[in-house]
């Protein structure tokens, strides 16, 4: 097992449990993350994922080299099918997943543990944590969306720093480039994104969900286009239960606040 899945309430933390090997993901703990995802979706009741690394060391180290280094020996077909569709196939299902994803960065996060922070909707770093995109050193791009995000996330010229460089960037550097959203201690970090899931999961999951399917979908494109794509996810809200009781209980606020000035 290299994905551990612990439910507290409405919340499932998954760790990726390879913590002899940095958290580096291979193949089956790519498929495991998936999969794990794919249940959580299915299950109504589970409101937000936290992902984060076994141990103190690392989130995830990024791929691991030796047990795809076959793949990449077998050409740029079998390459792009077993390795870089899969890694794809990873942030993407992240980057657009109907609840949100909290990623507690315990360690380094390099290559695709940093492609998998830039595909999250939200991230929380420990004080220890650094940030890479050492995949230049090994001759190729980042091939698991890397090369696409990290320069809309902090700018052109800053993500071709790191990309071009593989310099490792700390914690502090990422939140100010906005890579990560905070940065606390590392005995509080899983507390601290509990604390974040547990402030968005009070809202109705129609609205969280629509929220995150705004952004991610229009955030790319041009304004009109953008504001096309959130009046598509507003009108999806509109007959729900999450509008009439919210709309219902700031109407029963406003009624009590006037009540309380008439005595």
């Not at 905070?182 to 509080?188: F, G, K, L, N, Y």
């Not at 286009?225 to 109407?251: H, K, M, N, S, Y």
């Amino acid at each position: 097992m290299t994905v551990l899945s612990e439910r507290d309430q409405y919340v499932v933390t998954l760790t990726i449990d390879r913590e002899e090997k940095l958290n580096a993901l291979d193949y089956p703990t790519i498929d495991a993350l998936l999969a794990e995802l794919d249940r959580i979706d299915a299950d109504d009741t589970v409101r937000a994922v936290i992902l984060t690394g076994a141990g103190r060391r690392a989130f995830s180290a990024g791929a691991d080299i030796p047990s795809l280094a076959g793949s990449i020996a077998g050409g740029p077909e079998r390459a792009l099918r077993e390795f870089v569709r899969r890694g794809h196939t990873l942030t993407r299902r992240i980057e657009e997943f109907p609840k949100p994803v909290i990623v507690a960065v315990n360690g380094l996060a390099y290559g695709g543990g940093c492609e998998i922070t830039e595909a999250a909707p939200l991230a929380i770093a420990a004080e220890h944590a650094s940030f890479a995109k050492p995949e230049i050193s090994l001759g190729f791009p980042p091939p698991f969306g890397g090369s696409q995000r990290l320069p809309r996330h902090v700018g052109r010229k800053r993500g071709l720093e790191m990309i071009l460089t593989g310099d490792p960037v700390p914690a502090s550097r990422a939140v100010e480039l906005g890579l990560v959203n905070s940065v606390v201690p590392a005995a509080e970090l899983l507390d601290e994104a509990r604390d974040l899931a547990d402030r968005i999961i009070r809202y109705a999951p129609t609205a969280v969900a629509a929220c995150l399917r705004a952004v991610t979908r229009g955030i790319n494109l041009p304004i009109d286009e953008g504001l096309a794509v959130e009046a598509a996810a507003f009108a999806a809200t509109v007959p729900t239960d999450g509008v009439r009781d919210g709309i219902q209980q700031f109407l029963d606020r406003a009624r009590d606040r006037s009540a309380g000035r008439a005595r």
